[in-house]
């Protein structure tokens, strides 16, 4: 599992394989994301598309900004 933090907004990415061809999954955005439940729902991600036979992995983002900050995040 693989943590990747912008440096230009409070954001991130927890990719649960680097080694597969693709990884998708859910983005959030609320004022605290933490990466805990970032990396959760990635790992049950890649387990979803496991079981549907799809070979790619799980990702999840996360957004952390107030709602006043979200257009320039």
């Known amino acids: 599992m693989r943590i990747h933090k912008f440096e230009t907004t ?3 990415i927890a990719i649960d ?3 597969a061809e693709a990884s998708s999954g859910p ?3 609320a004022k ?3 990466q805990g439940g ?3 729902l990635a790992r049950s991600q890649t387990y979803t598309y496991a ?3 799809m070979k790619r992995g799980g990702a999840a983002a ?3 900004v107030e709602p006043e900050d979200r257009a320039a995040a």
Do not use: N, T
């Open 10 to 12: 409070e954001a991130f």
């Open 17 to 19: 394989l680097e080694g």
């Open 27 to 29: 983005a959030r955005w």
């Open 32 to 34: 605290k994301i933490l």
């Open 38 to 40: 970032a990396k959760d």
């Open 51 to 53: 079981v549907l036979g």
């Open 62 to 64: 996360g957004i952390s």
